[in-house]
């Protein structure tokens, strides 16, 4: 029985991804040809110039302020680590609309410097590698900060003791070693720069998911973008692959019995200032400056913006948020308890697959989630039509169901992951002596280990809740006509171009961001 559950739960967590396999077969649309011959070159273009411009600006920004929070001790280092992080607690469309208006016409930037300075004009492409970069750092800066913590303080032990300068040790041994994590961290960047809309739409930067919303909703041809989805998701698996691939190139084992802390200098004055500008500028730049902005913003707009259509989206986001939050921790347990309970190693392997949407982009899973659901409401109108003679709408298509399926789909790994990690640790001759005394799975389940779990369970419900709150292009091709949500009501101020009443909608957002990035700071310093 568990076999099969578990197979079910999989099976509908993939059927998006699986839909897009198959729909391939029937070939591209009409615009196809027409698509290759005029915009693919610059979909493939943009996006490898915005892949290479934000692998130098994350690992500059990510690896260099890891370091130095890491290495050294100084005045409001502690504070600084977390605020580090604070850039993840802001989207990148919205640090997009930040920077757009600062630099705009009668701007921020030009009313501060009177108009003295040159209008610089960030709305290309250089603007928007800059905006990922100083947004998605942080996906860098975690990775490489918990290896120099956890691991840097015994191989400096050993360089020491070969007779090697700490300069030469951290170019020659703690970076090349730090390598598979820093890739890891550079990967989550890259799928998400893959993965972006609304900056690359606000900027007007021609990217795959834009092309894909293009095909589907200006040319009206799914199957061109079910092919300009299928060339994504094999750029995603290209950069899995590759991260899995360097990984296995580079294999380390320490004791973590044995592992030394690593031992905190205390910079002299002059290390002092250059300490300060390396994790001082993405801090600024990346969620001060941002904020201060949206603050300013939301001063000017509030009384217009801050009305009943305002609360009505703000609670249709939270309560959206946490249906979707719910459903998929109660998914991501069901996964994680079958197969404990199966005792199948196969299907170990088999559960990973039910985690892949993460790494799938939302515009993709949208639409391999609307073709099916389409498919259904298609078959069962006619159904009903032929059996009954009776006329009747979409049944499950364009309603909440089918969202919270999609972010079931998309956020899956984000729940599984906390959980089955703190699953590892629960003893298991406590639910092995629950059976022997005669309780099933269930009974010990919900008396036992759900109490011992509860931690990784509400770690799961807050960062579900979170990504759902940010999440925009699944969004804006799957809600309903009549719900709102902050992310899509932020857009649509930006795309009519009444920027500042953005701000209001998009600072909600952030403050929904800010609790579970505290939280993994206090992990990492475990």
Known sequence: MWSALTLTIVGLIALPILTIAVKLYNGPGESWKHLVDTVLSDYISNSLLLIIGTTILTLLFGVSSAWVVSRYDFRFRKQLEWLLILPL?????????????????GGTIEKVTFGLLPKFDVMNITGLIWVLSISLYPYVYVAARTFFLNQSGRLFEASKVLGVGELKALKKLIIPLARPAIIGGLVLVLMEVLNDYGAAKYYGVSTFTTGIFRAWFSLEEPETA???????????????????????????????????????????????????????????????IPLIQLVYWALLTYETVLNDDFLSTAIQSFLIAVLAAIVTVIFALALIYFTKWNRLRLLDYITKIGTLGYAIPGAVIAIGV??????????????????????????????????VYAYTVRFMAVAHNPIEAVCL????????????????????????????????????LVLVFVDVMKELPL???LKPYQVQTLAVKAYEYASDEQIMEAALPSLLIIATGVLPVILLNKLINR
């Open 370 to 403: 609307l073709i099916p659901t389409l498919g259904f409401d298609k078959w069962l109108i006619s159904y009903v039509s032929e059996h009954f003679q009776t006329k009747i709408g979409f049944f499950i298509n364009g309603t909440i169901l089918v969202l």
């Open 425 to 460: 640790k629960v003893n298991k001759s406590m639910s092995e002596s629950s059976k022997i005394l005669g309780q099933n799975a269930l009974k010990t389940f919900f008396k036992i280990e759900l109490p011992l779990i509860k931690t990784g369970v509400f770690g799961g």
């Open 89 to 105: 607690a802001i989207p990148s469309y919205i640090i997009a609309y930040a920077y757009a208006g600062m630099f705009d016409y």
């Open 226 to 288: 079910i092919y300009l989805s299928a060339l994504l998701v094999a750029v995603i698996f290209i950069l899995l692959g590759l991260e899995r691939w360097q990984r296995n190139k580079i294999s380390y084992a320490i004791n973590s019995k044995t592992q030394v802390p690593l031992i905190r200098l205390m910079p002299d004055k002059q290390n002092k200032i250059i300490i300060y500008l390396v994790v001082g500028t993405p801090v600024f730049f990346g969620f001060l």
């Open 475 to 477: 969004t804006l091709i």
